[in-house]
């Protein structure tokens, strides 16, 4: 790699390395802002309910679940045994988008045909004429009263479906299982994915206190001692303020710009768009086409160099040298590790406000969903990493808090059986 080439990449990715120091000062500020948030002050950081505590594990019985996130649709029949496991007998999935053919995600398409498919989904996993509680789990903010339902607020991700926004969304649900004559499922239960997460984990695993999700976007969740309840943190809104010039182009072309910045810092939905500015000014060129996170992660996961050239070709049609090659994995691997970091150290921050000073001392178990923990080689590792720096420049002994991250298969539609579970042992 020639100097000059060396010398623009280093440049560029030394804006997002995430020294201890600006670690630190992250996971203070995240601390300060779940400190306001949890006693009702004004933060950037939610203090929302989701009326639903922790599963004890007994939880038994067949229910339908659905999970309507990310980039698709999911409906699955599930069999809680009562003894801390589960069978998923049967799964549908449907992508929301396909180019060319349909986007359930535009605005021109309605909220009857989005939730005619979810009910579509359903009809294939669900036997005939067999009655059935549902549990939903739907990632998107809503305004709820209870653990039944919830009105939909705005949509985010990108998602513009016209007819949903000011809904409650397990109504609309209903409305289309009866479309379909499925009069025998009853919805009954609505939560986030980061408690689906949590709820699934739980379910397994015990000291399980935190979901986190990172996928299409970023969430976290906690279970409150005090309230017995499952609060939902709204992570991704934490008003974070050491962005990068990238960041803040990528911002200003998001649907809301300024909104849920650090959402905007850590999941796939958006890093891949830094990425695309950062490669823009490292190869000195107007624009480059935009490549999702699998692709992102593709590239610099390449077994050669060779191999990245002839993927970047694919994905920008332009030739890239070996030179060049090297410094877009670089600065790829700089992209998801500062991502990694910064979710440590918001666990870390959730950790001391829910532990303190006295922190377990057996290992405690964080929940965690979506493909950027999934998929991203070294992702858990380096959070965990993080995570554990905050908590040792709190902590005056030399015991060393084992945090483990968890990764439950289909742990949103998991989630959502356990929370249909609990709904009918409450008489939801």
Not at 99 to 126: N, P
Not at 196 to 222: D, H, Q, R, S
Not at 359 to 371: D, F, K, L, N, T
Request: net charge negative; charged share 25%; proline share 2%.
């Amino acid at each position: 790699m020639t100097e000059r080439k060396r010398k623009d990449w280093l440049t560029i990715g030394s804006a997002f390395y995430q020294s201890d120091e600006r670690i630190l000062r992250c996971y203070y500020s995240f601390l300060e802002e779940m400190r306001k948030a949890m006693a009702g002050g004004e933060s950037s950081l939610a203090k929302e309910r989701t009326f639903i505590g922790l599963p004890t594990g007994s939880e038994w019985g067949r229910y339908i679940a659905v999970d309507f996130g990310g980039s698709t649709i999911r409906a699955a029949r599930i069999f809680l045994t009562g003894k801390g496991y589960y069978v998923i007998e049967r799964k549908a999935m449907k992508s929301l988008r396909v180019s060319g053919e349909y986007d359930l995600t535009a605005e021109e398409a309605t909220g009857e045909v989005l939730f005619d498919a979810l009910a579509e989904l359903v009809e294939k996993v669900a036997d005939k004429d067999k009655r059935y509680v549902l549990g939903h789990t739907f990632s998107f903010g809503v305004d709820r009263k209870s653990l039944a339902d919830g009105v939909l607020t705005a949509w985010s991700k990108e998602i513009r479906t016209s007819g949903v926004e000011g809904k409650a969304v397990n109504e609309l649900l209903k409305e289309a299982l009866k479309r379909r004559g499925l009069i025998y499922i009853e919805p009954i239960a609505l939560i986030n994915d980061t408690t689906a997460a949590l709820l699934a984990a739980a379910y397994t695993e015990k000291n399980c206190p935190i979901g986190l999700v990172c996928g299409t976007g970023f969430n976290m969740c906690c279970y409150d001692a005090a309230s017995g309840e499952i609060v939902n943190l709204e992570a991704g809104g934490y008003d974070y303020g050491e962005r990068t010039v990238w960041d803040y182009a990528a911002d200003t072309e998001t649907r809301q710009p300024g909104f849920h910045v650090f959402e905007k810092m850590v999941s796939g939905g958006y890093v891949s768009r830094v990425f695309q500015k950062v490669v823009t000014s490292y190869l000195g060129c107007v624009d480059i086409p935009h490549i999702g996170a699998d692709r992102m992660n593709e590239l610099i996961t390449s077994a050669s160099i060779k191999q990245l050239r002839v993927l970047a070709g694919k994905f920008w049609h332009r030739l890239i040298s070996p030179e060049e090659a090297e410094g877009i994995c670089n600065l790829g691997t700089s992209l998801f590790v500062r991502a990694s970091q910064l979710m440590g150290t918001s666990v870390a921050a959730v950790l001391t406000y829910l532990y303190g000073k006295n922190m377990p001392s057996e290992q405690v178990v964080i929940a965690v969903e979506g493909s950027i923990c999934l998929h991203v080689r070294g992702c858990l590792p380096v959070m965990a990493g993080a995570a554990q720096t905050c908590l040792s420049a709190d902590d005056d002994s030399d015991q060393t808090l084992e945090i483990v991250p968890h990764y439950t298969a289909d742990g949103a539609l998991v989630g959502a059986a356990i929370a249909a579970a609990i709904a009918m042992a409450d008489g939801e």
